[in-house]
């Protein structure tokens, strides 16, 4: 099947090929874990797609050709999976590849679909509000919040292998481009550990 990820990729797609070796079924892996297309828009407009790669699954091929709409929903880990074939094509390093995703999502921080989570009227009621406000973007990926003066702990968990290392990296800036969407000042956050199934973040602000 090509959605299996037990395809030989060309070497151009290592990153692709990875993290599809890690997954139980390719890009089909984990149907119940879903992202809005306008996450893999957002990244597209940054970093545009306007290639034909046929040693690409067809999944992939079909979802980089014609992204999803904003609003519609698709398989996570197609999702990341058609992330990582944007990244090994523009030839990104992991440097590379977490400031186009910071600069994708300042853009989508300040997008009318955005405004309605990053509204809040500070950091502290932003991220309380954040479990509930994720689901608009996620589902299947569980987001938990401790939020105290100033400063915040938040846990995604989600299944094995799913999210590798270099997302939980991407995600902190989410995080941040969203807390300072909400007039955070002095914002910081930072992956305190990244594990096969989640990963933990500190936030501070003032």
Same mark, same amino acid.
């Given at each position: /099947?090509?959605?299996?990820?037990?395809? %030989?990729?060309?070497?151009?797609?290592?990153?692709?090929?990875?993290?599809?070796?890690?997954?139980? @079924?390719?890009?089909?892996?984990?149907?119940?874990? =879903?992202?809005?297309?306008?996450?893999?828009?957002?990244? !597209?407009?940054?970093?545009?797609?306007? =290639?034909?790669?046929?040693? !690409?699954?067809?999944?992939?091929?079909?979802?980089?050709?014609?992204?999803?709409?904003?609003?519609?929903?698709?398989?996570?880990?197609?999702?990341?999976?058609?992330?990582?074939?944007?990244?090994?094509?523009?030839? /990104?390093?992991?440097?590379?590849?977490?400031?186009? +995703?910071?600069?994708?999502?300042?853009?989508?921080?300040?997008?009318?679909?955005?405004?309605?989570?990053?509204?809040?009227?500070?950091?502290?009621?932003?991220?309380?509000?954040?479990?509930? %406000?994720?689901?608009?973007?996620? +589902? @299947?990926?569980?987001?938990? *919040? +401790?939020?105290?003066?100033?400063?915040?702990?938040?846990?995604?968990?989600?299944? *094995?292998? !799913?999210?590798?290392?270099?997302?939980?990296?991407?995600?902190? *800036?989410?995080? +941040?481009?969203?807390?300072?969407?909400?007039?955070?000042?002095?914002?910081?956050?930072?992956?305190?550990?990244?594990?096969?199934?989640?990963?933990?973040?500190?936030?501070?602000?003032?």
């Amino acid at each position: /099947m090509l959605g299996c990820g037990r395809l %030989a990729l060309p070497s151009r797609f290592s990153r692709l090929s990875g993290y599809l070796a890690g997954l139980p @079924g390719g890009v089909l892996s984990y149907p119940s874990c =879903r992202a809005k297309g306008s996450i893999l828009r957002g990244s !597209l407009e940054v970093a545009p797609w306007d =290639r034909f790669e046929p040693d !690409l699954p067809a999944e992939l091929r079909d979802v980089l050709r014609e992204p999803p709409a904003v609003n519609a929903w698709l398989p996570e880990a197609l999702s990341v999976a058609a992330h990582y074939a944007i990244a090994d094509a523009h030839g /990104m390093t992991d440097e590379q590849v977490i400031e186009w +995703q910071a600069e994708t999502n300042r853009r989508l921080s300040h997008s009318k679909l955005y405004r309605a989570i990053s509204r809040a009227s500070s950091p502290s009621v932003l991220l309380r509000a954040a479990p509930i %406000a994720w689901k608009v973007l996620h +589902q @299947g990926v569980k987001l938990e *919040t +401790q939020v105290g003066d100033g400063r915040a702990t938040l846990g995604v968990k989600h299944p *094995t292998g !799913l999210w590798a290392p270099l997302v939980h990296r991407c995600t902190a *800036t989410g995080f +941040q481009a969203v807390m300072e969407s909400s007039r955070g000042a002095n914002v910081v956050v930072t992956l305190l550990s990244s594990r096969k199934d989640g990963a933990e973040y500190e936030c501070t602000w003032s």
